[in-house]
T-cell receptor, first 115, second 111 residues
């Protein structure tokens, strides 16, 4: 399968700071990238859909000013959690898809802990 | 009705058993379908795409029934390593960019 790399795999930060998470498709060009959050023992929750060169589409209830998404190239998307708070602690996962109709491949996820 | 529905389980089966999961979807215009597996505290991994004619990959068989709007996954000769959550995914019709996820079916294969 295709390879998607997500970095960092885990991060601990202080409350009020910002954290940037990178998602790269290594062996294909991703026209669409998805950002998810998952709390323990819960299902994936889609936060936003990002298409290269255009603004991300956020799901209802997700604050676009708090979760900044940039998809500047066909192989890179970033999620920045701004002014993080302990309730933002979660498992953040990106996925990338080469074209509509294709399956999405996931990064390894980033476990964020805000203290 | 939810867009994609799965029985959450858990399914507890002995090693060597055959187990089947179903997943129903609400939008008849949906085009592509997938099964993923997710291990605890890990990212989902693509198990297989589901094709109209049905497809098989080793011990795994996926089928699509468009008339009844469901897809299925059959696992034969279950292994301990098959224990995971199995997620059904449907490509949203129309917009065709968003993937709609089921909540997953938990499988535990016991020795």
């Amino acid at each position: 399968g295709a390879v998607v790399s997500q970095h960092p795999s885990w991060v601990i930060c202080k409350s009020g700071t910002s954290v940037k998470i990178e998602c790269r498709s290594l062996d294909f060009q991703a026209t669409t990238m998805f950002w998810y959050r998952q709390f323990p023992k819960q299902s994936l929750m889609l936060m936003a859909t990002s298409n290269e060169g255009s603004k991300a589409t956020y799901e209802q209830g997700v604050e676009k000013d708090k979760f900044l998404i940039n998809h500047a190239s066909l192989t890179l998307s970033t999620l920045t959690v701004t002014s993080a708070h302990p309730e933002d602690s979660s498992f953040y996962i990106c996925s990338a898809r080469e074209h509509t109709g294709a399956p999405a491949f996931f990064g390894q996820g980033t476990r964020l802990t805000v203290v | 009705r939810k867009e994609v529905e799965q029985d959450p389980g858990p399914f507890n089966v002995p090693e060597g058993a055959t187990v089947a999961f179903n997943c129903t979807y609400s939008n008849s215009a949906s085009q592509s379908f997938f099964w993923y597996r997710q291990d605890c505290r890990k990212e989902p991994k693509l198990l297989m795409s589901v094709y109209s004619s049905g497809n098989e990959d080793g011990r795994f068989t996926a089928q699509l029934n468009r008339a009844s709007q469901y897809i299925s996954l059959l696992i034969r000769d279950s292994k301990l390593s098959d224990s995971a959550t199995y997620l059904c995914v449907v490509n949203e019709a129309g917009n065709n960019r968003k993937l709609i996820w089921g909540l997953g079916t938990s499988l535990a294969v016991n020795p």
